[in-house]
């Protein structure tokens, strides 16, 4: 018999069930169903609402409560073997019963599209999947006059990194309200790699930054690249971009990804540019 779990409710053996069944959808869709961020949140012992069902958790949900920059917002996982059992619209339904939110439906799945339609749910914004062979030839990053650029420093530059990237990303506040324990977790991560965290500086300052990442299967990331916007006009931005991308071509990497706002045409007119495609779309409905 099925049961909703409540926020919280889940403990250890419960919390590697629900990480399993993430894992189970990833591969039965090609995508996965949980941001890097609630994966984190579930790991670290913050669990969303559940279903259990012959004490076996078979879908779960991600819940984040408003800020005051952001509203409410939750991510949804059926494993593949429990769908068509009314298990997401009941999650989706307990996760709107605890705030007007917004959800994200990773891969743009006509079965998400679908759910969200008939719980009167439109779609209000899409992330870019890009990606390109890391193989492909690149231009050589250069720098304006007066910049220099340097691995990240634990224990010394992880103050500095949060002012600029609140600074550069001050209009997106899920990146730009990042904390120390945003870092400390990530940190703790076994892709984490300070020889592919590179930091630009100019007059003695932080100037901008481009943190890459490392995923099984020889695929890199472009995590996150920004700019001071004091640093703003010297080319910094592609510049930080290329110095990643030769380096995660360098470690070996087949592939290189990275997600992008649909509306931050300028962004992806540039990782065009740098030979970026459309691989996948993520949706948020509201």
């Known amino acids: 018999m099925s049961e909703l ?9 419960e919390t590697t069930q629900a990480l399993a069944l993430a894992e189970a959808a990833a591969r039965a869709d090609g995508v996965g169903p949980l941001s890097e961020h609630a994966v984190l949140a579930l790991r670290g012992g913050r669990s969303g609402p559940a279903i259990s069902d012959g004490g076996q958790i078979v879908a779960y949900a991600h819940f984040d409560p408003a800020t005051a920059d952001e509203p409410a917002a939750g991510e949804l996982v059926v494993h593949p073997e429990h769908r068509r059992r009314g298990h997401g619209r009941a999650l989706l339904r307990a996760l709107r019963a605890e705030a007007p939110l917004r959800v994200w439906a990773h891969g743009d799945l006509p079965a998400a599209a679908a759910l969200a339609a008939s719980e009167g749910m ?3 914004r899409a992330l870019f999947q890009m990606r390109r062979p890391a193989s492909d030839p690149l231009p050589e990053p250069r720098v304006a006059d007066g910049v220099t650029v340097r691995s990240f420093e634990p224990g010394r530059d992880e103050r500095a990194w949060l002012e600029v990237n609140a600074r550069a990303f001050a209009d ?10 945003d870092v400390r977790e990530r940190e703790a991560e076994d892709w984490f790699d300070p020889a592919g965290f590179f930091l630009a500086e100019r007059d003695g300052r932080l100037a901008g930054f481009h943190w890459t990442k490392v995923h099984p299967g ?3 990331e472009v995590y996150v690249v ?12 592609r510049a930080l971009t290329l110095r990643g ?4 071509r360098d470690v070996g990497m087949e592939q290189i990804m990275l997600y992008v706002d649909e509306s931050n045409v300028a962004a992806v007119r540039l990782y065009e540019n740098l030979g970026f495609t459309r691989y996948a779309v993520d949706v948020m409905y509201a």
Request: net charge negative.
């Open 5 to 13: 779990r409540a926020r919280g409710t889940l403990g250890d053996a």
């Open 122 to 124: 439109a779609r209000v």
């Open 172 to 181: 997106h506040p899920e990146q730009g309200a990042w904390t120390m324990d």
């Open 218 to 220: 020889k695929i890199g």
């Open 226 to 237: 920004g700019v001071d916007p004091d640093a703003q006009g010297l080319g910094l931005g």
């Open 245 to 248: 991308l030769h380096h995660l």
